[in-house]
């Protein structure tokens, strides 16, 4: 197994033009708000963000401006937790019958 390569992000090179590219698309518009909404994923089924008050991820670079919005899970969707619980316990035999070399796969 190999790792990535290491990336330095230097000026001029095309890994930081690739990253400044992708921070742009990012960024909300003319104060319109988040730029979308992520989904709580929970036994492979998305749940969109619909709790009352919906928490913001900002930008590290950019406090001001909010990337995107998400519920708190657990305070407001508790049977959510319940639901991740219940499909965790029942993947685990199957995870545990699975060989080290077929779980690292995986990653």
Same mark, same amino acid.
């Given at each position: 197994?190999?790792?990535?390569? +290491?990336?330095?992000?230097?000026?001029?090179?095309?890994?930081?033009?690739?990253?400044?590219?992708?921070?742009?698309?990012? *960024?909300? @518009? !003319?104060?319109?708000?988040? @730029?979308?909404? #992520?989904? +709580? #994923?929970? !036994?492979?089924?998305?749940?969109?963000?619909?709790?009352?008050?919906?928490?913001? *991820?900002?930008?590290?670079? @950019?406090?001001?401006?909010?990337?995107?919005?998400?519920?708190?899970?657990? #305070?407001?969707?508790?049977?959510?937790?319940?639901? +991740?619980?219940?499909?965790?316990?029942?993947? @685990?035999? +199957?995870?545990?019958?699975?060989?080290?070399?077929?779980?690292?796969?995986?990653?």
């Amino acid at each position: 197994v190999a790792n990535e390569p +290491a990336r330095m992000y230097m000026p001029g090179s095309p890994e930081r033009a690739a990253i400044q590219s992708a921070l742009e698309r990012m *960024q909300p @518009r !003319n104060g319109a708000g988040p @730029r979308f909404a #992520v989904p +709580a #994923v929970v !036994n492979g089924l998305e749940h969109p963000p619909s709790g009352p008050q919906k928490l913001q *991820q900002r930008l590290p670079h @950019r406090h001001a401006h909010a990337l995107c919005e998400f519920d708190d899970v657990p #305070v407001q969707k508790p049977h959510l937790v319940e639901q +991740a619980i219940k499909g965790a316990l029942q993947a @685990r035999k +199957a995870w545990a019958a699975m060989s080290i070399d077929d779980r690292c796969s995986i990653f």
